[in-house]
């Protein structure tokens, strides 16, 4: 069981569907964060929110769009995907930006049809 | 260009014996992590090593970090099964990112 929930843990979507992924952590974190993460290969940073603030962007295709509601949720919504976006999504927070460890979530596995 | 290199990339190891994998990164950084992930699954904090010297234990798995060198080692004693998994370290770099290595991919065979 980890502390960062996510949901869906699988999803299936085609290329002109729109959906969104979430995150969910009680820790009392300030900062959070997705990955993607492609087969046998390490993460790699998406995005840093630091106190619900958007802090990091790694020059990300904007048919990925972040959203921190609020303190314990982060949503990532999904537009237009490409069949290389197929991978697993990993959210991860901490108590803030400057303090590690990272506590990562189960991931969501996507496939793009 | 920041490197973070994780050798070997696959180890088979055989149940009962010593091994170690070793972790090199090419740029300062007074903070280290090791992160264990089971296929398909996420990643598991293992260990958080802060400074020049230090040293963690857990079980059979032992971690040391030497900033001067830049080499980070986790060594696995009397290896079993349940160790089988990717062993990613990850370096701490500007703006408090996490620098990943490519994983060192562990099978414990019996």
């Known amino acids: 069981d980890t502390e960062v929930t996510q949901t869906p843990k699988h999803l299936v979507m085609g290329m002109t569907n729109k959906k969104s992924l979430k995150c969910e952590q009680h820790?009392?974190?300030?900062?959070m964060y997705w990955y993607k993460q492609k087969a046998k290969k390490p993460p790699e940073l998406m995005f840093v929110?630091?106190?619900?603030?958007?802090?990091i962007n790694e020059s990300v295709p904007s048919r990925f769009s972040p959203e921190c509601p609020n303190s314990s949720l982060l949503n990532l919504h999904l537009h237009a995907l490409q069949p290389e976006d197929s991978a697993l999504y990993l959210c991860?927070?901490?108590?803030?930006?400057?303090?590690?460890?990272?506590?990562f979530g189960d991931g969501t596995r996507l496939s793009i049809l | 260009e920041l490197k973070v290199e994780q050798n070997p990339l696959f180890l088979s190891m055989q149940e009962g014996k010593n091994y170690t994998i070793y972790c090199n990164y090419s740029?300062?950084?007074?903070?280290l992590y090791w992160y264990r992930q089971d296929p398909g699954k996420s990643l598991e904090s293992l260990f958080v090593l802060l400074s020049n010297g230090a040293v963690k234990q857990e079980g059979r798995l032992m971690a040391s970090l030497d900033t001067k060198a830049r080499l980070s080692t986790l060594h696995i004693t009397a290896a079993v099964h349940d160790l089988s998994a990717t062993y990613f370290c990850?370096?701490?770099?500007?703006?408090?990112?996490?620098?990943f290595g490519k994983g060192n991919q562990v099978v414990v065979i019996p």
């Open positions: 820790m009392g974190h300030r900062a």
């Open positions: 929110y630091s106190y619900e603030k958007l802090s």
């Open positions: 740029t300062t950084s007074d903070r």
């Open positions: 991860a927070s901490s108590e803030t930006q400057l303090a590690q460890p990272q506590h």
């Open positions: 990850a370096v701490v770099v500007g703006n408090n990112r996490l620098a």
